[in-house]
């Protein structure tokens, strides 16, 4: 069974970067044919697709996080991370991993994100 | 960008049928996912394209896509079934791929 799960400080510094990873227990990131993903979602809201990462390296961004927002994968891991630059309060949230679509040479389908990781709250505060 | 809507609030008696809504132009065009969260826990996928369901969960719950809108019904439903439900699509401009969620919607059973 796939499992996902968040690691990472609980605590970041404004203006400082956040950094998270996302490891994958159950199968393996290698040749999966998958994006994987993060989400996250502030206090009380609902929720914000950050970016995706395809097992091969490929990358897909929120474009309203576009210019702070990292992601890189590490198959040999079986993990992937997520890096948000120069953070403010308003980046405050529970941060989600999930596994995100399939994509092969004749499209993509399962465009939904499932399992999801238990989630990570991050705090920005000084 | 592309936007999807939600009623905030769904209040149905126990037993009774909730029907909640997810608004985007031309959405029937699109493959829509649905997803449960219950309180301080991470989302579950319980709809997706349109009206599949992952395994284990219950066929009272079922979607359907057309035109403007897409539903997810929930028939018979429980306490359990009280949560914030968010609807979801892929949305592919030229070379970017886009992944909108709805505002949600909090189901209350009564």
């Known amino acids: 069974q796939l499992q996902l799960q968040e690691s990472g400080p609980g605590l970041v510094k404004p203006s400082e970067t956040l950094s998270l990873i996302c490891n994958v227990s159950g199968g393996s990131i290698s040749n999966s044919y998958r994006y994987w993903g993060w989400i996250r979602q502030r206090p009380g809201e609902g929720l914000e697709w950050i970016g995706s990462i395809f097992y091969s390296g490929n990358t897909y961004y929120n474009p309203s996080l576009k210019s702070r927002v990292t992601i890189s994968i590490d198959t040999s891991k079986n993990q992937f991370s997520l890096r948000l630059t120069s953070v403010i309060a308003a980046d405050t949230a529970v941060y989600y991993c999930?596994?995100?679509?399939?994509?092969?040479?004749?499209?993509?389908?399962?465009?939904?994100?499932?399992?999801w990781g238990q989630g990570t709250l991050v705090t920005v505060s000084s | 960008s592309y936007v999807l809507t939600q009623p905030p609030s769904v209040s149905v008696a126990p037993g009774q049928t909730a029907t909640l809504t997810c608004v985007g132009n031309n959405i029937g065009s699109k493959s829509v996912h649905w997803y449960q969260q219950k309180p301080g826990q991470a989302p579950v996928l319980v709809v997706y394209d349109d009206y599949d369901r992952p395994s284990g969960i219950p066929d009272r719950f079922s979607g359907s896509n057309s035109g403007k809108t897409a539903t997810l019904s929930i028939t018979r439903v429980e306490g359990g079934d009280e949560g914030d439900y968010y609807c979801q699509v892929w949305d592919i401009n030229s070379d970017h791929r886009d992944v909108i969620f709805g505002g949600g919607t909090k189901l209350t059973v009564l």
């Open positions: 999930a596994r995100d679509a399939y994509c092969s040479a004749g499209g993509c389908s399962n465009n939904f994100f499932d399992p």
